[in-house]
């Protein structure tokens, strides 16, 4: 009885502890993700409201003009790219919904 118990704290300090480390790896990707100051500028009409993605993932989001800049397209190419560098190929676009706030 005595062992079955003593095997079940162990557990319950290895599960502990590997949530523990899931959490520091994220952070520590948004910490390299905000060493490079990534701003992503959403051009759309009408902006929504984001969420503080800095905080989250190192990065920010701003609205833009809803003109369409050529420029800032190919800049915001870049940074995805950047983004991508540290959580993954097309990352970005597979949560760019969980950066809009819902209302």
Request: hydrophobic share 35%; charged share 25%; with cysteine.
């Amino acid at each position: 009885m005595l062992r079955l118990f003593s095997v079940l704290i162990c557990l319950f300090i290895m599960a502990c502890n590997a949530s523990q480390n899931a959490t520091d790896f994220q952070t520590t990707k948004a910490k390299n993700v905000a060493e490079e100051n990534l701003v992503y500028i959403y051009q759309n009409r009408g902006c929504p409201d984001f969420s503080e993605t800095y905080k989250t993932y190192g990065f920010k989001i701003e609205c833009g003009t809803d003109v369409f800049d050529r420029l800032v397209q190919q800049k915001n190419l870049e940074v995805v790219k950047k983004i991508e560098k540290h959580y993954g190929k097309g990352w970005f676009d597979e949560n760019f919904q969980r950066f809009i706030t819902k209302q």
